[in-house]
């Protein structure tokens, strides 16, 4: 997927990010629980997590958030510009639903360099996935304010 525009150099404060989506699927759940270790059958076991009262397997919240960090990378046109990512836990998000990632230039410190940015992550029908989400990124060298 292409990064989101407009690029840091241009976006001024109030500035809206496009979405990025990105759909989730059984396999994507199973491969970030092998990464990171998490087996939980929450995520793993349709039955379990049916037992559980959930209804079926839910995505790990490090999914999401790192789902979150991949748009804010790409945005600020590397990783490694980003500086801070935070967010909360919200809701869950299933296999079958896209999370629908957004944000919004809040502030840029020309002093420091820095863009931070307000985020969001939902699912299609509206779930907030992430609450009181937000990221510092690196404005690129020459083109702070």
Same mark, same amino acid.
């Given at each position: 997927?292409?990064?989101?525009?407009?690029?840091?150099a241009t976006?001024?404060?109030?500035t809206?990010?496009?979405?990025?989506?990105?759909?989730?699927?059984?396999?994507q759940v199973? %491969?970030?629980? $092998?990464?990171? /270790? =998490?087996?939980?059958?929450?995520?793993?076991?349709?039955?379990?997590?049916?037992? #559980? +009262?959930?209804?079926?397997?839910?995505?790990?919240?490090?999914?999401?958030?790192?789902?979150?960090a991949?748009?804010?990378?790409?945005?600020?046109?590397?990783?490694?510009?980003?500086?801070?990512?935070?967010?909360?836990? %919200?809701?869950? $998000?299933?296999? /079958? =639903?896209?999370?629908?990632?957004?944000?919004?230039?809040?502030?840029?410190?020309? #002093? +420091?360099?820095?863009?931070?940015?307000?985020?969001?992550?939902?699912?299609?029908?509206?779930?907030?996935?992430?609450?009181?989400?937000?990221?510092?990124?690196?404005?690129?060298?020459?083109?702070?304010?």
């Amino acid at each position: 997927m292409a990064p989101p525009a407009p690029p840091p150099a241009t976006a001024a404060v109030g500035t809206e990010l496009p979405e990025w989506r990105q759909p989730i699927t059984q396999e994507q759940v199973a %491969a970030y629980a $092998v990464a990171s /270790g =998490d087996h939980n059958p929450i995520h793993l076991d349709p039955e379990f997590a049916r037992a #559980a +009262g959930l209804g079926g397997t839910i995505a790990h919240g490090m999914l999401s958030m790192g789902i979150l960090a991949a748009y804010v990378g790409a945005w600020a046109g590397s990783a490694a510009a980003v500086t801070d990512l935070r967010c909360r836990f %919200a809701g869950m $998000v299933r296999p /079958g =639903d896209t999370l629908i990632c957004r944000g919004r230039v809040a502030a840029r410190d020309p #002093a +420091g360099g820095t863009i931070t940015l307000e985020l969001e992550a939902t699912t299609e029908s509206g779930t907030r996935a992430l609450n009181h989400a937000s990221a510092v990124v690196r404005a690129p060298a020459g083109e702070e304010d």
